[in-house]
């Protein structure tokens, strides 16, 4: 059998068969582990190989330079002829592309784009497996049973150009949600993680253990505006949400929360009273993320022609000011805004130094509050303010005199996260977690858990 074909050799040969006035080639080598569980036992793993390889091929013609993107799965050397001209003959038919500018050139190589693609393996829970089935034994022991997957990937991607591009960025990400469950009642907790050596099932396992003991007493409570604790998962996906409701275009064009009547954005106006920042950094400790512009499709917020341009530290939100929003080079010439492309990581930091804890503790004094786990099934329902309707789940506890004292029923909520940054009076500490809501698609996150005094419960809801 041959030895297949390496990463960085299928971006060089791709490269040298096209014909058009430009290309761009990225290879994705991914690998991956899962764990998954159910009734305190395993009941399945495995691991996965898979290599996508997309090609942007442009073409300058009378009216203007057209872009055509073509990507697939499990290409091997002799598919590479097929797949370049699928995407010189798209770019050929093709009008102009509104986005164009100049492929990106100038970066220096990445050291190791020559290396082989960085992968994992079931190795990566050596130490997490033994100590979740010492979990398992303790809840069966407990009386109530886990659920739950873990999942571990590395993605080394190679991005190269006729322009000269040849960068290399491999990205490890791991999620683990785990449920725990009674007859009666269920607690979820989550963690984000790149290499499972700073997950503790353990302590997972009592946190679910202590949310179980809050739910033996239940109160049934009306729907109304509570203040609320909104723990770092929950908040981490209102953040996101609105980063990916942040593009420049649509602010500057009338649509968007963003906007101001008559025209413009409102950038450099303050929207939160806390001296809260919202920032994205592809250095940031634990969050690393790739440093250049990886795109398989143009859109408002994306664009194939600024494959592999530097991405670095940006702050969209500044000690409550809003500073940046997301760019293109397209649509930074458009708004007349700086060039701050999206970054696959988000940090909101207010400078609390208090834990969820110890907010809960200070809360309920003058009347009760609500504690949430997470939140689930998040809509838009207005784009011009940014509401968004969601469910609670898997847990909202009752708060009086700085103590739980009982769960209460799930809710609907209707809330923007942009009023809700005006309307916060506290952040705690800023730490690392898991989106619950968005995991599949971004899990690089850091985020306080924030006090809300009137967070809107707009209805009851029987969900779990």
Known sequence: MSKPTAPHEIVERALALSRTDGCVVIAEEESSANLRWAGNALTTNGVTRGRSVTVVATADGGRGTASGVVSRAGVTEADLEPLVRAAEEAARTAGPAE??????????????????????????????????????????????????????GVVSTYLGSST???????????????????????AWTGRATRDFRDVDPAELDA?????????????ELPAGRYETLLPPTAVADLMIYQLWSSGARDAAEGRSVFSTPGGGTRVGERLAALPLTLRSDPGHPGLEAAPFVVSHASGDDASVFDNGLPLTATDWLREGTLSHLLTTRHSAELTGLPLTPPVD???????????????????GHDRPALL???????????????????????????????????AVNNFRFNESPVSLLGRATEAGR?????????????????????RVPDFNMSSVSQGV
């Open 99 to 152: 986005d164009a500018q100049p492929l990106v050139s100038g970066a220096a190589a990445s050291a190791d784009f020559t290396a082989p693609a960085a992968e994992t393996s079931a190795e990566v829970f050596g130490d997490f497996a033994p100590a979740l089935g010492a979990c398992f034994a303790a809840a069966r022991a407990g009386g109530r049973k886990l659920y739950g997957f873990a999942h571990h």
């Open 164 to 186: 000269g591009l040849r960068l290399r960025h491999d990205q490890p990400t791991g999620t683990l949600e785990l449920n725990a469950k009674t007859d009666e009642h269920s």
């Open 207 to 219: 946190e679910l253990t202590r949310r179980l003991a809050w739910s033996r007493r239940r109160v």
């Open 345 to 363: 990581n988000l940090v909101l930091d207010g400078g609390g130094e208090r834990s969820l804890e110890e907010m809960v503790a200070a809360s």
């Open 372 to 406: 949430l786990t997470c939140l689930w099934y998040i809509r838009e329902v207005d784009p011009a303010t940014l509401l968004l309707t969601g469910l609670t789940r898997d847990g909202v506890y009752l708060v009086e005199g700085g103590e739980v004292t009982a």
């Open 430 to 450: 800023t730490e690392r977690t898991l989106p619950r809501e968005w995991s599949d698609y971004f899990t690089r996150a850091a985020m306080p858990a924030l």
